[in-house]
C-alpha cells in the first residue's frame, strides 16, 4: 500500500515529495522524528486500518497540527468502528481485499484521490504516511 500511495503522490501531476516517518528515522528518539516530520510536512497520509496504537498517537499529532490536512485510509471494518469525530475527517475507506493486490490498491487510490480536491490543491508539498 505505501508504494502504491507514494507512486501515485509523486507522479504527475501531484509531484509530491513523500516519505514515510517509520523508514526516515530522525534523532534523537523515534517520536522526535515523527514530530519532525509532521511540523515540516504540509499534507499527511494515515492507514489507520487495523487501530495500531503508534498510528493512532500520530494520528492524533497530526489532526493537531491540521486536520484538513490530514487524509485517513481505513479498510471497511475499520471504518465501521471508528468514532464519528474521526470519521467527520478526510477518509477513504477500501476493500480489504484490496491489500492484497498492490497494483488493484494503486489504481484504486489514483481513483480516489481525485475526489479529493482540498487536500491535493497544494501540489509539491510533503506527505506523511
Not at 3 to 20: F, K, M, Q, S
Not at 25 to 52: C, M, Q, T, W
Not at 91 to 115: Q, S
Amino acid at each position: 500500500m505505501w508504494t502504491a500511495v507514494r507512486e501515485v503522490l509523486e507522479a504527475p501531476p501531484y509531484g509530491w515529495t513523500v516519505i514515510r516517518a517509520d523508514l526516515d528515522v530522525r534523532e534523537p528518539s523515534v517520536l522526535e522524528g515523527v514530530l519532525y516530520h509532521i511540523e515540516n510536512s504540509r499534507r499527511f497520509v494515515a492507514d489507520i486500518s487495523g487501530n495500531s496504537a503508534s498510528v493512532l498517537i500520530e494520528l492524533g499529532m497530526m489532526l493537531q497540527k491540521d486536520a484538513q490536512s490530514t487524509l485517513l485510509l481505513a479498510d471497511e471494518q475499520t471504518f465501521a468502528r471508528l468514532p464519528a469525530d474521526i470519521k467527520g475527517a478526510i477518509c477513504m475507506v477500501y476493500r480489504e481485499e484490496l491489500r492484497n493486490d498492490p497494483n488493484e490498491f494503486g489504481a484504486w487510490f489514483a481513483r480516489e484521490i481525485l475526489a479529493r480536491k482540498h487536500f491535493i490543491a497544494m501540489h509539491g508539498g510533503k506527505a506523511l504516511s
